[in-house]
């Protein structure tokens, strides 16, 4: 019988801690290992045992979340996902959960908290599995977990690219499409500030709450010498620009002449997405054909890995990271084992494909 993953919920709001509990409980591959009102109790706790997911408040008596989370992460390191109300787009909080090492931020509203948790039950449980497989130093693997079956596709956004069209003709400009889920955010800082101002236009769908893409895009552009935002309705995908999905939007590539830009829309989830990497994929694949490069980088599940082959086979030149430099190899594994990936490559090595790209 396979181990479940065992999970400590460390905040100071008893009823916070007991509708979390119901949540992750409710999936077969869940144990709750235990609770603890403030890290002082976790850290005893896990004297006595260590989990194999954390999931952390901000906001606590006696040592705030950060704090405990950098203590953490430089002793015994272990998969942790911030769950707090402080942690909100653009605050210092959440940049502070990423540079501490969090694999993945859950938002609590204000109000209502017990309410949110319960409606965003898929995706805490989602989180938490994905977190449990985070590649992270002297954490051993966590076991793999069936996940739910999907139920939509690209299909319901827009119909498959089975006709090639004029649209489908090269043109100067090459179009980079990246895909990424868990272990995106850092692995994508990696990657875009290696490349030079001049490299070619890039669009990307990384999963991320609401919100939280603004303030990643306004972190990013700060650190890059290429401009990088939060993709609108209608932006121009241009030499030196990064567009970044918008959370809970998807962004679809479309073309008009020479010119690529983006259209960002409402719509269901998509491989259990919203944005999908599977939707921009293949409208990369209908719109932008062999000027474009599809790469597919660390995530659990397999979003993207039926675009990627899409885009392959509209003659797009694709990639998939490798295992050992992904913190979840899930989404490019998927994409590999149905031959969509042209090359696997490390992540170092990203940057250099995209400048070569850009010069072909």
């Known amino acids: 019988m396979t181990r479940k993953i065992r999970v400590l919920i460390i905040d100071n709001s008893a009823s916070v801690r007991q509708v979390m509990t119901d949540i992750l409980q409710s999936d077969p591959g869940i144990e709750v290992m235990a609770t603890a009102s403030d890290p002082f ?197 241009m030499r030196g620009r990064v567009l970044i999905a918008p959370g809970n939007r998807h962004m679809l590539l479309q073309r008009s002449g020479a010119r690529y830009y983006v259209s960002v829309k409402d719509g269901p989830l998509v491989s259990r997405h919203r944005p999908s990497v599977d939707v921009l994929f293949r409208s990369a694949a209908t719109h932008v054909g062999p000027n474009a490069v599809g790469i597919l980088m660390t995530g659990m599940g397999d979003d993207g890995a039926r675009g990627l082959l899409e885009m392959k086979g509209a003659g797009a030149h694709t990639i998939a990271q490798d295992e050992a430099t992904s913190v979840v190899f899930g989404m490019p594994r998927e994409a590999i084992a149905l031959g969509a990936a042209d090359r696997v490559l490390p992540l170092d090595q990203l940057a250099m494909e995209i400048i070569r790209a850009g010069n072909r």
Do not use: Y
């Not at 015994?76 to 402080?86: A, D, T, Y």
């Not at 017990?114 to 002297?138: G, N, P, S, T, W």
């Not at 800082?189 to 290696?194: A, S």
């Open 41 to 237: 109790v976790a850290a005893r706790r896990i004297q006595q045992e260590v989990p194999d997911v954390i999931t952390l408040d901000v906001e606590m008596p006696r040592m705030d979340g950060i704090t405990f989370l950098r203590r953490l992460m430089s002793q015994r390191p272990v998969p942790v996902v911030i769950c707090s109300s402080l942690a909100e787009a653009g605050s210092e909080t959440a940049n502070q959960a990423w540079d501490a090492g969090a694999v993945d931020i859950i938002l609590k509203p204000r109000v209502g908290t017990a309410e949110f948790l319960q409606d965003a039950k898929i995706r805490i449980c989602d989180v938490v599995k994905a977190a449990a497989r985070a590649q992270l130093k002297h954490v051993p693997a966590a076991p793999r977990v069936r996940e739910p079956e999907r139920k939509l596709t690209a299909d319901v956004v827009l119909p498959p690219p089975l006709v090639r069209h004029h649209a489908m003709a090269r043109t100067t400009e090459t179009v980079v499409c990246i895909g990424a889920s868990t272990g995106g955010t850092e692995s994508l800082r990696v990657v875009l500030e290696r490349l030079p101002a001049a490299s070619p236009g890039i669009v990307v769908v990384q999963h991320m709450p609401e919100k939280f893409t603004e303030a990643f895009a306004r972190r990013l552009n700060g650190l890059c010498e290429m401009e990088v935002k939060e993709a609108e309705d209608g932006d121009t995908v």
